[in-house]
């Protein structure tokens, strides 16, 4: 790791000036994305902000029709809070398959949705279940805060404070996760919400994206064989050495109708 | 250099170190704590294994500056002394070791399953053992260890 110098502000107006005042600051959270790149040289900020100082970005407060998570709030925090699990258990169950045990009692939700990886489950529930991010200058619709391959609507120094999931009528998050880091191969978020169905994908291209086609035959029939006969085109999709395009956009298929199945109960 | 303090298994402990050192080569070099193990650079093995606050984290992925004034409980706090912890004499009992590298990791990995589910199945064992990777014993008799541990620990019938 390379050398960096180390500062803890206890306000987000701080941390704020502190990071636009140094040369090439980063944020730290949880740092369970951002240490291990700075192990492997991949990141050497010269400034380290850490935001866990801050308290007004942890924790959770459940309302009549949406949960409120604080960007600093870990994701063991949201997987084993039962207030969670009681008003959008499709958000609990994403949390608990984040990683292990341990990555879980780190890795927090606003380091996950500000590092944007194409395959962190977090982006599926922000588009999915059409939640709201809240920065410190402004509020991002959900559908709007991912833009690319670890790219966000973020502006440089801005700072996730908290995102609203608005609670749907019913939701299941199902992900065909890599057998050794966890993280999506693919992922799908099936809701029906107050606004619409939403079906939301991670894991399968360079960012989440919504399944139009699913979305309307759900709507009219809200079972796994309304969606059976829709495919996803491989054009865009990711390939790698876990799974090829074609493959992903098979397992889309196959992890939505398994989402709708769970949703529906 | 910052001057880092911590409660280190019940006793206070402070050293100097850079900003960039991480709490694993805090113990390990600075406080000579050596029972906690590095096994990867990728954050994926669970080696490095110990309790912050009550919390288990991999201590490869946190700076020793961000555990400043924390309680930290590594595989050394476990004991009482000469006499073994019922996870340790399950370990040994139901030869849940074989080179014993991993196994620091997976008692502090495990003592904090046992802590939020007393009783856990086999299943729930596997799947919290996620983050701890075993390269000799195929994991069969550590998850044995743990079961036997939790009967011990009064937990399960
Ligand atoms: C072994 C392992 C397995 C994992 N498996 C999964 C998995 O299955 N699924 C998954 O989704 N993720 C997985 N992760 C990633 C994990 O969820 C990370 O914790 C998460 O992606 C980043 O959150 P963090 O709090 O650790 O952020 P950090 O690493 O602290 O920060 C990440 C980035 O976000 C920026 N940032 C942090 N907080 C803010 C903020 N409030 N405002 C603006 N920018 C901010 C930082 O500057 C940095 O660029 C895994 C990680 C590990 C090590
Ligand atoms: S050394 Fe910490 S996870 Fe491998
Ligand atoms: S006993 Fe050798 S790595 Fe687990």
Redesign the interface.
């Known amino acids: 790791?390379?050398?960096?110098?180390?500062h803890?502000p206890s306000s987000i107006e701080d941390a704020a000036k502190v990071f636009s005042g140094a040369d090439d600051a980063r944020y730290?959270s949880g740092?369970?994305t951002l240490?291990?790149s700075?192990?492997?040289r991949l990141a050497g900020p010269s400034d380290?902000v850490?935001l866990?100082g801050i308290a007004g970005l942890k924790g959770i407060k459940v309302e009549a029709d949406k949960v409120t998570i604080g960007a600093g709030t870990r994701h063991?925090d949201v997987a084993?809070s039962a207030e969670v699990r009681a008003a959008i258990p499709a958000l609990a169950d994403l949390a608990g398959g984040i990683?292990?045990?341990?990555?879980r009692?780190?890795g927090t939700i606003g380091g996950s949705i500000a590092n944007a990886d194409p395959s962190a489950d977090y982006p599926a529930a922000v588009v999915g279940l059409g939640a709201t991010v809240h920065t410190n200058k402004r509020t991002i619709a959900g559908d709007d805060f991912f833009t690319g391959m670890f790219e966000t609507a973020l502006e440089d120094g801005e700072i996730v404070t908290a995102v609203s999931f608005p609670r749907p009528k019913r939701a299941a998050y199902m992900k065909f996760p890599n057998p050794?880091?966890?993280y999506a191969v693919v992922g799908v978020m099936v809701a029906e919400t107050a606004s619409g169905m939403r079906v939301a994908v991670t894991g399968a291209a360079a960012s989440v994206f919504r399944v139009a086609e699913m979305e309307q035959a759900l709507a009219s029939n809200f079972s796994p064989d309304a969606i059976a006969g829709v495919a996803v085109p491989a054009d865009n999709l990711n390939s790698d050495i876990h799974a090829a395009a074609d493959y992903r956009a098979h397992l889309v298929g196959v992890m939505a109708k398994r989402a709708v199945a769970k949703a529906a109960g | 250099m910052p001057t880092v303090s911590m409660t280190v298994n019940g006793r206070k402990m402070s050293g100097e170190c850079e900003e960039r050192t991480l709490l694993v080569s805090f113990l390990r070099e600075t406080l000579g704590l050596t029972g906690t193990h590095v096994g990867c650079d990728t954050s994926q093995c669970g080696a490095c294994c110990v309790h912050v606050n009550g919390d288990s984290v991999k201590s490869c992925t946190l700076l020793a500056v961000q555990a400043d004034g924390a309680e930290i409980t590594t595989i050394e706090g476990v004991a009482n002394g000469e006499e073994l912890h019922a996870i340790q004499e399950a370990f040994r009992d139901n030869h849940g070791l074989q080179c014993g590298f991993c196994t620091p990791g997976m008692i502090m990995s495990a003592l904090d399953l046992l802590k939020h589910n007393a009783n856990p199945s086999e299943t729930e064992i596997r799947h919290h053992l996620e983050g701890n990777l075993c390269r000799c014993t195929g994991y069969h008799n550590i998850v044995k260890s743990i079961q036997a541990a939790a009967v011990a620990m009064g937990g399960a019938s």
Do not use: E, T
Not at chain 1, 1 to 6: E, I, L, T, V
């Open positions: 790791m390379y050398a960096f110098k180390y803890k730290l740092g369970h240490l291990p700075m192990k492997l380290i850490d866990s063991n084993l990683g292990d045990f341990q990555v009692n780190r050794a880091s966890r």
